[in-house]
C-alpha cells in the first residue's frame, strides 16, 4: 500500500541520497564513489555510520473541502488531501565533528542548495513526485539539540553524536476511497459542476 506517510518520507530520503551523489560523492575504498548512508530506519551497525535518520513529524491531516471529490479520465472518484509538518533530518556519527560536518553538509544541499537560481538536486526529487505535490520551507531551518550519549546499537560503550534539523512541508495528495492507495497526480481531472443540474453539466475541466 502506498501510504502518504511512508511516500514523504521515501521521497526525502531519495532527495537527500541523489543529492550528496551531486554534491559530496565519498571515496570508496576499492575505487569509485559509495553512497552516504540514509534511511528511515535509525542506523543499528557500525558499518552504516555517519548516517542520516529521516522522519516526519505531522501536524494536520485534512480533506480539501466539505463533500469535495474528483475524478480521472474513466470517472473513477477520488478524495484530496492536504497536509503540513516537518520533515526531520537527524545526523549520526562517531564523533562530534564528524556529526558536524555531516551536518552542515545537510544544510547545504537542502536549505542553501534551494535559494540557487537553478533547482538543486533535492528540490528536484522533493518537486517532481508523481503521488505527493508538497511545497518545502527552504527560507527556515529549525536546529534540533545535539545529543552525545554512550552506548550504541551494537553492545559497546562508545559514544554516539547526533544533531538534527527538521524543514517544514505542506502538501496535497489524492487517495482512492476503495484501496486506500495513493493516486498518480496527472491521471486526475478536476471537474466542476453547475449544482442541482439533472445532468451535472460541466463548466470547467482541468488537468492537474
Same mark, same amino acid.
Given at each position: +500500500?502506498?501510504?502518504? /506517510? @511512508? ?9 537527500? @541520497? ?15 564513489? @559509495? ?6 530506519? !535509525?542506523?543499528?551497525? =557500525?558499518?552504516? !555510520?555517519?548516517? %542520516?535518520?529521516?522522519? !516526519?513529524?505531522? &501536524?494536520? #491531516?485534512?480533506?480539501?473541502? *466539505?463533500?469535495? $471529490?474528483? =475524478? ?18 537527524? $545526523?549520526?556519527? +562517531? ?6 560536518? #555531516?551536518?552542515?553538509? #545537510?544544510?547545504?544541499?537542502?536549505? !542553501?542548495?534551494? =535559494? ?14 508523481? /503521488? ?24 559497546? +560503550?562508545?559514544? *554516539?553524536?547526533? @544533531?538534527?534539523?527538521? /524543514? =517544514? ?12 492507495? /495513493?493516486?498518480?497526480?496527472?491521471? %486526475?481531472?478536476?471537474?466542476?459542476? #453547475? ?5 451535472? $453539466?460541466?463548466? *470547467?475541466?482541468?488537468? &492537474?
Amino acid at each position: +500500500m502506498s501510504g502518504y /506517510l @511512508r511516500t514523504i518520507k521515501s521521497m526525502a530520503v531519495e532527495a537527500v @541520497r541523489q543529492a550528496f551523489a551531486a554534491q559530496y560523492p565519498e571515496p570508496d575504498p576499492e575505487g569509485g564513489t @559509495r553512497d552516504v548512508f540514509v534511511s528511515i530506519e !535509525y542506523p543499528v551497525d =557500525q558499518a552504516s !555510520y555517519p548516517a %542520516i535518520w529521516v522522519d !516526519y513529524e505531522g &501536524s494536520e #491531516l485534512r480533506t480539501v473541502g *466539505i463533500a469535495y $471529490t474528483e =475524478q480521472d479520465a474513466q470517472g473513477n472518484v477520488y478524495a484530496r488531501w492536504r497536509f503540513a509538518g516537518h520533515v526531520t533530518f537527524t $545526523t549520526v556519527a +562517531m564523533t562530534s565533528n564528524e556529526r558536524d560536518m #555531516l551536518y552542515d553538509q #545537510l544544510v547545504a544541499i537542502t536549505a !542553501y542548495a534551494a =535559494q540557487s537560481d537553478w533547482p538543486s538536486k533535492f528540490r528536484q526529487v522533493v518537486e517532481g513526485n508523481d /503521488l505527493v505535490a508538497c511545497e518545502w520551507s527552504f527560507d527556515q531551518v529549525e536546529d534540533r539539540s545535539p545529543a552525545a550519549a554512550p552506548g550504541t546499537p551494537w553492545g559497546t +560503550m562508545d559514544v *554516539i553524536y547526533e @544533531r538534527g534539523l527538521a /524543514l =517544514q512541508v505542506i502538501g496535497e495528495f489524492v487517495s482512492d476511497p476503495n484501496t486506500y492507495e /495513493l493516486v498518480n497526480l496527472s491521471e %486526475i481531472h478536476v471537474v466542476a459542476t #453547475l449544482a442541482n443540474m439533472p445532468d451535472e $453539466t460541466s463548466i *470547467i475541466d482541468i488537468t &492537474s
